[in-house]
């Protein structure tokens, strides 16, 4: 079953701060961000791996509620390089990933 | 660091045409997925090997696809008869432990 990521869409300033929802109807292992530029493959950003366990990677953190089965991205402060499209992947074992829609982010001067 | 490195980076066919990727993981990483994606939408789990063993191929559509992993290390896609439906990025991923390394990708184009 394939995660749902909202929003679909997202644009900011520069400085300005965003979060994207991933929801799973299954239970999860682990959650895993990626994030894709146009014509680039994705690059891994965090894993969460145990429930309300929070990551973070310069200004950009996760958490994951093991019991609702849901992840947030928080992007604070936003670049212009955090620009592209943000997937989700959800695991339900053995490193299989499912990948959401994507949620697209376009950080503009 | 080599990354995961794939070949060719684009594909234009006919359909019903036959066609091949290749893939050379990160040295050392003992999984390797395949992953189609379609324009506007997440990656899709194809196949997934643990050194040259299938670990899942449930959305391998095999009637059309197939793929192996000979000496565990390098790995083909190959698609026969193609459809206009295969039009995708085809990305190829290995991993370690617990995160996947994504290739560049090769855009396949079915006319």
């Known amino acids: 079953q394939q995660p749902v990521q909202s929003p679909q869409a997202v644009i900011l300033r520069e400085g300005e701060d965003a979060v994207i929802n991933c929801s799973s109807s299954?239970?999860?292992?682990?959650v895993h961000w990626y994030r894709q530029k146009h014509g680039e493959a994705p690059v891994f950003l965090m894993i969460l791996l145990k429930g309300g366990e929070q990551k973070g990677h310069e200004k950009i953190s996760a958490s994951f509620n093991e019991k609702k089965q849901q992840s947030s991205l928080y992007l604070t402060a936003s670049q212009l390089s955090y620009s592209g499209t943000y997937f989700c992947?959800?695991?339900?074992?053995?490193?299989?990933?499912?990948f959401g829609a994507g949620t697209r982010l376009a950080v503009h001067p | 660091e080599a990354g995961v490195a794939q070949s060719p980076r684009y594909k234009i066919i006919e359909k019903r045409q036959s066609v091949a990727f290749w893939c050379n993981p990160i040295?050392?990483?003992?999984?390797l997925y395949w992953y189609q994606q379609i324009l506007g939408q997440g990656p899709k789990l194809l196949i997934q090997?643990?050194?040259?063993?299938?670990?899942?191929d449930s959305q391998l559509p095999k009637d059309r696809f197939s793929a192996e992993r000979l000496k565990g290390v390098d790995s083909t896609l190959k698609i026969q008869p193609a459809k206009l439906e295969d039009s995708a990025v085809y990305l190829c991923a290995s991993s370690q432990a617990l995160e996947q390394f994504f290739g560049p990708g090769t855009r396949l184009t079915v006319l």
């Open positions: 090997f643990q050194n040259n063993g299938v670990v899942d």
């Open positions: 299954k239970a999860l292992y682990s």
């Open positions: 040295s050392g990483h003992a999984t």
């Open positions: 992947g959800t695991e339900g074992g053995y490193n299989k990933l499912i």
